[in-house]
């Protein structure tokens, strides 16, 4: 089984920056869909950006511009560099995986944002003060 470990969260101010990372451990999949998801009190989970075994990303529409996602296979971490940070960003953060069980080709892409994850962390929160 694959377990997932978010870290670096915290509190910043409006227009700050962090770095989420998501620890990859156990059973770690060679072809894969990997996210970034959000939920903010009150509001439903949503999708914040996705990327496949061949880096292929994709990023929700409020934080395009803003959010970099990135996995470093030699590390086995995904990461969500997160710039000019937004009150509305405030949330928890979670990272998800899914195993593929076709690899991803520049032919084939495997529709990583409408993939439902059924491996999750534990969640990492974001605070962001005006």
């Known amino acids: 089984q694959l377990q997932l470990l978010e870290s670096g969260g915290g509190s910043v101010q409006t227009g700050g920056s962090l770095r989420l990372s998501c620890a990859q451990s156990?059973?770690?999949?060679?072809?894969?869909?990997l996210a970034w998801f959000r939920q903010a009190p009150g509001k439903e989970r949503e999708g914040v950006a996705t990327i496949d075994t061949i880096g292929r990303t994709t990023y929700a529409d409020p934080v395009k511009g803003r959010f970099t996602i990135s996995q470093d296979n030699a590390k086995n971490t995904l990461y969500l560099q997160i710039n000019n940070l937004k009150p509305e960003d405030t949330a928890m953060y979670y990272c998800?995986?899914?195993?593929?069980?076709?690899?991803?080709?520049?032919?084939?892409?495997?529709?990583?944002?409408?993939?439902?994850?059924?491996?999750w962390g534990q969640g990492t929160q974001v605070t962001v003060s005006s």
């Open positions: 156990g059973d770690l999949y060679s072809s894969y869909c």
């Open positions: 998800a995986a899914i195993r593929l069980r076709v690899r991803p080709t520049d032919f084939w892409d495997p529709d990583c944002r409408s993939r439902d994850y059924n491996d």
